[in-house]
């Protein structure tokens, strides 16, 4: 099982690389894609800024999209993309932070089914992650950039019912970084001394579940209305590490809403 | 399922990334300020070897001053006594009420400097130039005057450009930073460009890399580019007080050595370590040195710089309107200029 999972991973580039060649020969395939829009809260530390946590609201957006990797495989390959700003503030109210990311993943999945209703898909995953918070009180630390990137664990599990005469979905995915990098300035080190001096101190670290436990989690609802669906849910977005002697998370927890649309492509 | 199984373990295991932080209240705040201090400070080993600083006497000492029942103010009055320990111009406590700052460094010397003498020689409004924070004009002599009182903000190369060809008739130049109490060290670099004809190294630069006390990178170089217009090749004089501090004190730092330039005035104030910004429980603010800097011969500047020549205002200088100091760099300048 781990064998052929690491080898999926290291696989991943090559299967995507090779997947516009593969649309060639493809005659109908669908794609679904979902559009998603949130709010909700944040909790965010990064010690670099303060030691305490500031907690505030999130607004985000999410796409993701999904389909066979051929006509009658098994295996799906899917997507996701998407941004969230947010404000938050301190325990006391005297500091605020504006947190912003980019978050970027693929997957590739291989698909079972249980049941006719229920859809169970588990594989690997890559992505980049982007960001940064910046903090209103702070002098030569007022803020913190981020950009790393992962291999991981993809699942998603599906499961369809009948309800008022329709189709309805209920849809919950999960990925789960388990090794890659990440940028991070020094315990002590200024951004002065990093980009204005070029001077680098483990500055690129590895990341591991031991010390970056992170997860994104949607679970969501797929309403039936016509060509597209409605889509409510929750999305649980947590990102943490601890490198550099530094603790940084962002516990992001948002009700998003947004629409899912099948689109046949034919080639 | 075995390894989905080891992962799950590891997951739960490394959990949630936290930070244990005091509770919000007298002892927590007191506690929050000396552990912020005792795993960022950068400076702890030279005050240890200077003056026998002893970070965790400091804290059996001033500890039992703490109960829940003291006012915020006293609370603040003990933790800014704590902080002023550390004998540094950079550590500062922010509250609404008051800021804890340590002003020996300048409060036990003379000032060296005042801003009717500068008004003297400046002129009125009218009378000098302005670039950025720059003021500037020919004094008698033929000699370039340039008060720089902060490096709060850049100033731009098209501003030193501007200042170079306005002053490049001069004979000599004088660059003020007394009572300059630092800002943007980019900033001190910058003007600091205009004495060297290439990449020089000014000074160093280490920051912390774990908690302990001793645990700072190897020192790696600053370096100041030329400037890019016009460089200064004659005679300068760089004029300090004790309030030339922290930004000021690296301009100085990087300058001090270089053929053309002399330091000339009062030791100045020191302020070599990059300051870094926490916060406690409360929400008041903490201000720190982070990141030591050193000269070119690997010695801290914290405590000042010495200047080539030491010279203060008179007492009579100061009653008939005469900068010892500056008259004593146009002097200097003169006498380079006429060969002697």
Known sequence: MARRLGICLLLLPLLLGGTAAMAQTDSLRAVRHTHLFGVGSVNLLDTYLSPLEYTGWQLSTLHTSARALRPGSLWTLAARYGGDVAYAHSPTDNGKDWDANFAAAVQLRRRWQ???????????????DLGGTYSIRNGNNPAQGRLGAWLGLSGEAAYRFRLWKRTWTARATLDVPLAGAKFSPQYGQSYYEIFELGHRDHNVCATWLGNAPSAHLTALLEV?????????????DVRQSHVNGLKYHTWGHRFIIGWTRRVHILK | MRLLSIIFALLALAACITEDVPDNTRRGNFDALWRTLDEHYCFFPLKADEYGLDWDEVYSRYAPAISEGMTNEQLFEVCGKMLAELRDGHVNLYAAH??????????????????????IYLGRTEDYRLAA???????????????????????????????????????GLIVDVRSNSGGLLTAAQDLAGIFVNEPTTGAYISHKTGRGHEALSAPQ??????????????????????RTYSAANSFVMFCKGLPQVTILGDRTGGGAGLPFSSELPNGWS??????????????????????????DITSDDYRSGRDTMLERARQLLRAAASGQ
């Open chain 1, 114 to 128: 249980p049941t006719p209703a229920l859809t169970l898909e588990g594989g690997g995953a890559a992505g980049l």
């Open chain 2, 221 to 242: 170089p600053i370096t100041i580019e030329p400037f890019a217009g016009l460089r200064w090749q004659k005679p300068a004089v760089i004029l300090t007080n004790r």
């Open chain 2, 98 to 119: 008051n800021v804890a700052r340590y002003g020996a460094w300048f409060d036990d010397f003379p000032t060296n400097f005042s801003d009717s003498l500068l008004r």
């Open chain 2, 133 to 171: 924070t720059l003021r500037y004009r020919v004094l008698d002599g033929n000699i370039g005057y340039v008060r720089c009182p902060t490096f709060e903000s850049a100033i731009g190369s098209g501003n030193i450009g501007e200042v170079m060809r306005y002053l490049a008739a001069c004979d």
């Open chain 1, 224 to 236: 039936p209305t016509g060509r597209t669906a409605l889509v409510v849910g929750y999305e649980a």
């Open chain 2, 286 to 311: 903490v201000r720190f040195s982070a990141s030591p800097m050193y000269d070119r011969a690997m010695h801290l500047t914290e405590a000042g710089i010495d200047p080539d020549i030491r010279c």
